[in-house]
T-cell receptor
Framework: DGGITQSPKYLFRKEGQNVTLSCEQNLNHDAMYWYRQDPGQGLRLIYYSQIVNDFQKGDIAEGYSVSREKKESFPLTVTSAQKNPTAFYLC???????????FGEGSRLTVL | AQSVTQLGSHVSVSEGALVLLRCNYSSSVPPYLFWYVQYPNQGLQLLLK??????LVKGINGFEAEFKKSETSFHLTKPSAHMSDAAEYFCAVGNAGGTSYGKLTFGQGTILTVHP
């Protein structure tokens, strides 16, 4: 079955550590996205990529980094510069022109 | 610029009652509009979408929404609530046309509780 796979589902981190969240899709979609979800705040866009080797900052990119070396993969690194990293992170992809997002199951990051 | 406002962070209904979740949007260009549903600790699943065709849109699980341009609204309804409808619902707006891809703006979400 085609879809988006995020890993790990749960992750704990100590303050000062960088962590990388994995996102892989086999839908052959060009565009991929990372959203952050906090209770009562909806989803906020961190980074997006419309094509391999290119990506753009979203609304809350500070403290995060991404890469897009393959069409299928769009990993997100949460760096120690992110002041409040505890959140639920959602990866998504879309077909050009439709605007419709397909989501992974999410990764919950907790900073201890 | 675009924005979404969902009226009511929590809605509670009885099983079998009408479900009405409110969404108002703001967009400087013709919008695409979406409703997504999220169950605890899961990703979002598309319920329905409006992309400038029929103004009354039918989705999965018996949900539907009506696009009203004059009111800038896209409210979600279901005639009869089921216990399995309990979840969080998100309204989202995107730009129609151009290279907008999936740069959607989401509302804050509405948690729907269904009680027996």
């Amino acid at each position: 079955d085609g879809g988006i796979t995020q890993s790990p589902k749960y992750l704990f981190r100590k303050e000062g550590q960088n962590v990388t969240l994995s996102c892989e899709q086999n839908l052959n979609h060009d565009a991929m996205y990372w959203y952050r979800q906090d209770p009562g705040q909806g989803l906020r866009l961190i980074y997006y990529s419309q094509i391999v080797n290119d990506f753009q900052k979203g609304d809350i990119a500070e403290g995060y980094s991404v890469s897009r070396e393959k069409k299928e993969s769009f990993p997100l690194t949460v760096t120690s510069a992110q002041k409040n990293p505890t959140a639920f992170y959602l990866c998504a992809s879309s077909i050009e022109g439709t605007g419709e997002l397909f989501f992974g199951e999410g990764s919950r990051l907790t900073v201890l | 610029a675009q924005s979404v406002t969902q009226l009511g962070s929590h809605v509670s209904v009885s099983e079998g009652a009408l479900v009405l979740l409110r969404c108002n949007y703001s967009s400087s260009v013709p919008p695409y509009l979406f409703w997504y549903v999220q169950y605890p600790n899961q990703g979002l699943q598309l319920l329905l979408k409006y992309t400038s065709a029929a103004t009354l849109v039918k989705g999965i699980n018996g949900f539907e929404a009506e696009f009203k341009k004059s009111e800038t609204s896209f409210h979600l309804t279901k005639p009869s609530a089921h216990m399995s409808d309990a979840a969080e619902y998100f309204c989202a707006v995107g730009n129609a046309g151009g290279t907008s891809y999936g740069k959607l703006t989401f509302g804050q979400g509405t948690i729907l509780t269904v009680h027996p």
